[in-house]
């Protein structure tokens, strides 16, 4: 399991906003301005952010249930690792970390329109978690070391 992030932990960021896709450009650009802060090349800055964009977007879209929810960001950037967590209502129940994380593992079928997400995410991040529990909802962490 990987370990979770505190807000009141030194160096983490905590954002919090409507679940509304409107949202995800700017957290996106903030992201991109910590990761070049913390020295990191061009091809890492936009991995990171078609994880962190992929991430958004299924909280958004499957763990909300519209604009009214809230959905949670904790992060943090140093020069040797990028940490980011999101957390939403998530409505997925007993299970759905389990089936997600599964997923994330198979090469999913390229005629279908969707479902290639968790897919592309676990190849660019050195861990991908997922969580579910009713008091909380769905949390999603990724963690992505780097070189010294």
């Not at 909300?64 to 939403?88: C, M, N, Q, Y």
């Not at 409505?91 to 089936?99: D, K, M, P, Q």
Request: hydrophobic residues 35%; contains cysteine.
């Amino acid at each position: 399991m990987s370990t979770k992030l505190a807000p009141d932990e030194e160096g983490v960021v905590a954002l919090s906003f409507s679940a509304n896709m409107q949202y995800v450009r700017p957290v996106r650009h903030f992201i991109q301005a910590l990761c070049k802060l913390s020295e990191y090349g061009e091809e890492e800055v936009q991995e990171i952010q078609l994880v962190a964009t992929e991430i958004l977007n299924n909280s958004i879209e499957h763990g909300s249930g519209g604009p009214e929810d809230e959905i949670a960001v904790l992060l943090r950037v140093t020069r040797l690792e990028f940490h980011f967590e999101v957390k939403d209502p998530g409505r997925g129940g007993a299970g759905f970390a389990e089936a997600a994380l599964d997923r994330a593992q198979q090469m999913p079928d390229l005629e279908q329109p969707r479902g290639r997400g968790l897919y592309l995410i676990q190849r660019f991040v050195d861990v991908l978690d997922v969580q579910w529990s009713k008091e909380h909802g769905t949390c999603t962490v990724i963690r992505k070391t780097r070189e010294p």
